[in-house]
């Protein structure tokens, strides 16, 4: 039997509402954030949300790092900056079904790196003054050893950062002079001033996510509390306002470090290579990535991990790479992408990341974001284990292919496709995502699914294998306002070729709707589809807040010519 269910009207909270702007131009676009929330060259990704990127603090103290040694690095052949504004483009009918590895056998990191022939730069040397004094077209090759980066590194055009021996970039510093205190331990005069916070926090009550420091107890990431009284082992405490460090942890004959520099690699030049390095510990700001990559970058087989907020960030990065990294454990989100013409990021193991207790279910957590970026694609990438979204487009995306990634284990959303347009999702294996606990967490379509398209156009989804994720396949219909194309609305979305798997709980694949953003008849088609299920009477399947079985579902004329087996 069909049931009502009650339908809430419900806009996400602190959707843009940006009018005025021209679509396609990327100039247009990028000030409508205004001064504070991209500020040229900041690494910032600015999202849909109410909290604005600010610049960045520099604080005024870094950490050591005890990383393990990475392994030999790949060669990255040198790229050249992308002079093409590929226009927006309607998605393809069809494309080559790729290959898929199974989890575990993408080949990462920098022992995918090529050997490294140019002017060593050894762990003694402030790199960044090396690389300033460099001329363009240069390749510097990073000796063995942990290289303490105590400012960015800005590369001129053409040329390459790289290494075969292991090399460990930093943004740590370490700490010594600890006294003890009340049972705790202390030490004094190692923090910048007090900032701004921006971004939200999974605990916004503590409310800490947003402070850059990160402290590292023998190479052990430690979890920052809100107040001294919290303070066990296994954690720290930073007091701004008294300038000190508290640790629950005896340091004395220990390594302890803190991160200090805001970021290890960026610069305005085109056509740079960054390969075969392990790039850790740097205190970025949230929306800010530890490696920005600007236009023609080639990023490949790099570990790229513990930094506070981004792993890797491509900004303006027209025709850019991002190719067999390993970057997980960075405290926000693994890869965040902006306003970038053509990008590719690829074949990257993306994992673990959020460490820093960023909002799961709604802010910009967790393993790729992407926004206000035209054609390029992500694809054959593995995203795991990342506390929040694995994949996530939001914000004017425009054209963009999401193809044979293997998205498994996040605890939000597989893929959310959220107010954008012209988008391929396919070919992609989708598992047990959503099931996160955190706060907005919920079991229902309007929280998401294993693939969540909320309120675009223009949308296909073909051929996914989407199994035991908290829903299905989610269609949502949302207030979002409007922006370059208009008013934001659900519209022309295509469901065809993917399994599904539902089993257990409220599991569903269907669509849901807001009062006001009802969605025309005939604008959302499921087609062909193979439906794998705990029972045919199970209700599965929801539209706009009625609930079907397999056969009412076909009985009320949806989802033409799929399949529906119990098991």
């Given amino acids: 039997m069909k049931k009502s269910v009650t339908i809430i009207s419900v806009a996400a909270a602190g959707a843009v509402a940006i009018t005025g702007i021209v679509a396609g131009t990327r100039s247009n676009m990028a000030s409508a954030f205004g001064p504070e929330d991209k500020v040229a060259g900041s690494g910032v990704l600015p999202g849909d949300r109410p909290h604005k990127p600010r610049p960045r603090t520099t604080p005024t103290i870094s950490v050591p790092s005890v990383p393990p040694v990475p392994t030999r690095p790949p060669t990255t052949p040198t790229a050249q900056p992308t002079t093409e504004s590929p226009t927006p483009t309607e998605p393809p009918a069809s494309t080559p079904k790729p290959t898929t590895p199974a989890p575990g ?19 003694d040397e402030d790199a960044a003054d090396v690389v300033d004094k460099g001329q363009a077209g240069t390749t510097y090759c990073f000796a063995a050893g942990v290289h303490r980066i105590s400012r960015t590194i800005h590369p001129k055009t053409n040329s390459t950062l790289g290494s075969d021996q292991g090399a460990v970039l930093t943004g740590s510093v370490p700490l010594t002079g600890w006294t003890a205190s009340n049972g705790d331990w202390v030490i004094e005069g190692v923090l910048p001033a007090a900032y701004g916070q921006t971004g939200q926090c999974e605990d916004n009550v503590a409310n800490v996510c947003h402070l850059r420091e990160q402290v590292f107890f023998n190479g052990k990431h430690l979890k920052r ?6 303070v066990a082992p296994g954690t720290f405490y930073a007091d701004y306002a008294g300038n000190a460090v508290y640790l629950g942890d005896n340091p004395q004959g220990q390594a302890v470090e803190m991160s200090k520099t805001p970021i290890a690699i960026e610069s305005g030049a085109g056509g740079v290579t960054v390969r075969g390095l392990t ?3 740097f205190a970025t700001a949230p929306q800010s990535g530890a490696v920005v990559l600007a236009s023609g970058w080639k990023v490949i087989a790099n570990d790229i991990r513990w930094n506070h907020a ?3 960030m491509l900004v303006n990065a027209d025709g850019a790479t991002l190719e067999k990294n390993l970057i997980q454990y960075n405290g926000q989100l693994g890869v965040g992408q902006y306003s970038t013409l053509n990008g590719t990021i690829k074949d990257n193991q993306v994992s673990n990341n959020n460490t820093d207790g960023f909002w799961i279910a709604d802010w910009e957590s967790g393993g790729i974001k992407t926004t206000w970026s035209t054609n390029g694609s992500v694809a054959g990438n593995l995203i795991k284990n990342n506390t929040g979204v694995g994949l996530w487009s939001d914000a004017y995306d425009d054209g963009r292919v999401f193809s044979g990634n293997q998205i498994i284990d996040n605890a939000a959303d597989g893929i959310r496709y959220e107010i954008g347009r012209n988008g391929v999702i396919e070919n992609n294996v989708i598992t047990g995502n959503g099931l996160g606990t955190g706060r907005g967490s919920g079991r229902s379509l309007w929280d998401g699914g294993g693939i969540n398209v909320n309120t675009s156009s223009n949308v296909q989804i073909r051929n996914n294998t989407v199994e035991d994720n908290v829903n299905g396949i989610s269609i949502q219909s949302r207030t979002r306002g409007s922006g370059p194309w208009g008013l934001n609305v659900l519209r022309d979305v295509i469901v065809t070729g993917n399994k599904v798997t539902m089993k257990g709980g409220t599991t569903a694949t269907g669509m849901v709707q807001n009062s006001g953003a009802v969605v025309p008849s005939g604008e959302v ?8 299920l705990d029972s045919l009477s199970a209700e599965r399947f929801q539209k706009f807040g009625q609930w079907f079985s397999a056969g009412e579902w076909q009985q009320a004329g949806l989802d033409a010519g799929s399949t529906f087996t119990a098991r």
Avoid: R, W
């Fill in 105 to 123: 056998s993408f080949p990462a990191g920098p022992s995918q790196a090529p050997a490294c022939t140019g002017v060593t730069i050894t762990p």
């Fill in 225 to 230: 509390v809100g107040s001294m009284d919290k």
């Fill in 279 to 281: 790039v850790e510990h």
């Fill in 310 to 312: 981004v792993g890797a």
């Fill in 525 to 532: 088609v499921l087609k062909d589809n193979t439906y794998v």
